[in-house]
């Protein structure tokens, strides 16, 4: 009995130090580093002067990486909810002082979608690399396990062939934010492309009610007006394949809620839809409604000018 029991400790030992190492080496490909584009997170300023959210728009429209002035950050994540941007402000919020300003990327969407209930899609599991327990409402134990503490093992199929693909062939993962190819915009394609992004949008917008994404909004607003956090509401550029997809009726009432919210708290809404700054250009987008590295840029140059009253303030006390 002893012998069976020497032998199952031995092979345990095995098996989990080779775990652990399998665990290590996944950790550390640049697919594992890239994934869902939440390696940004890793390293956050313990003092943060501007801060956006929102989806991929506000991700791939807003870049801090040339300013100088302030401490920029870029927490906006593809297909992100106004309900993660509440658990990230939250998390992240004692980084933030008086003075600090909050960006909110508000897409045509984003108000009224509900909220994703499959707790194993990658929009919800990403999260565990970095959100805290009591950020997260969907937490577990179990998955916890497979998507923070040990990601190999929620990763299983993809995870030997990264790791063999970048040792041996010399694969890399790159993120899209260092996508600054050319395209072009001019097809057909590309019309039908934004004409059904457009239709996604309004799909997932339902009758435009209120619910979960507009409430997570008003609590961010408030807790930000209560400790002297200044509040931008954006809509960022997107192709007018995409924008004038959109039914005049489902138009008017995103504009009249997002504005009505922004008289309510006080508050700046800038909508860049239609802006002649951003015109339909291969240079700036990418797809009908995202930017291109090159695009982002440009964008954030043009925002700091439109709100220089602002972001001066942070010029003066560096």
Not at 131 to 154: H, Q, T
Not at 177 to 204: C, Q, S
Not at 295 to 304: A, C, D, V, W
């Amino acid at each position: 009995m002893k012998k069976f029991l020497y032998k199952a400790a031995f092979l345990g030992t095995i098996l989990t130090a080779f775990l652990v190492l399998l665990n290590l080496a996944y950790v550390n490909t640049s697919y594992y580093r890239n994934l869902n584009g939440v390696s940004k997170f890793e390293k956050i300023a313990d003092s943060i002067d501007v801060v956006n959210f929102g989806n991929s728009h506000g991700q791939m429209a807003f870049n801090w990486e040339s300013c100088k002035e302030f401490t920029g950050v870029n927490m906006a994540l593809a297909s992100q909810t106004i309900v993660y941007d509440e658990a990230l402000f939250e998390q992240y919020f004692d980084y933030l002082h008086a003075g600090s300003t909050v960006i909110l990327e508000i897409s045509f969407r984003s108000l009224y979608e509900e909220e994703d209930k499959d707790i194993h899609s990658a929009k919800i599991t990403r999260y565990y690399r970095v959100l805290e327990k009591e950020y997260f409402k969907w937490w577990n134990f179990s998955d916890a396990l497979k998507y923070r503490y040990i990601p190999v093992l929620g990763d299983r199929q993809e995870a030997v062939r990264k790791i063999l693909g970048e040792w041996m062939a010399g694969e890399k993962t790159v993120s899209s934010m260092e996508d600054t190819f050319y395209v072009d915009i001019e097809t057909p394609e590309m019309e039908e492309i934004g004409k059904k992004r457009a239709e996604e949008f309004m799909a997932l917008s339902g009758s435009q009610e209120y619910g979960e994404q507009y409430e997570a909004l008003l609590r961010i607003i408030e807790k930000c007006k209560e400790n002297n956090i200044q509040v931008i509401l954006v809509t960022a550029p997107t192709l007018s394949c995409f924008y004038e997809s959109f039914t005049e009726d489902f138009m008017d009432k995103f504009y009249a809620d997002v504005r009505e919210i922004a008289s309510r708290y006080d508050i700046r809404y800038i909508d860049y839809t239609g802006d002649p700054r951003f015109p339909d250009d291969g240079c700036l987008f990418h797809d009908p409604d995202h930017l291109t590295l090159y695009g982002s840029e440009i964008f954030t140059k043009e925002f700091l000018k439109d709100n220089e009253d602002i972001f001066n303030i942070y010029s003066e006390t560096k």
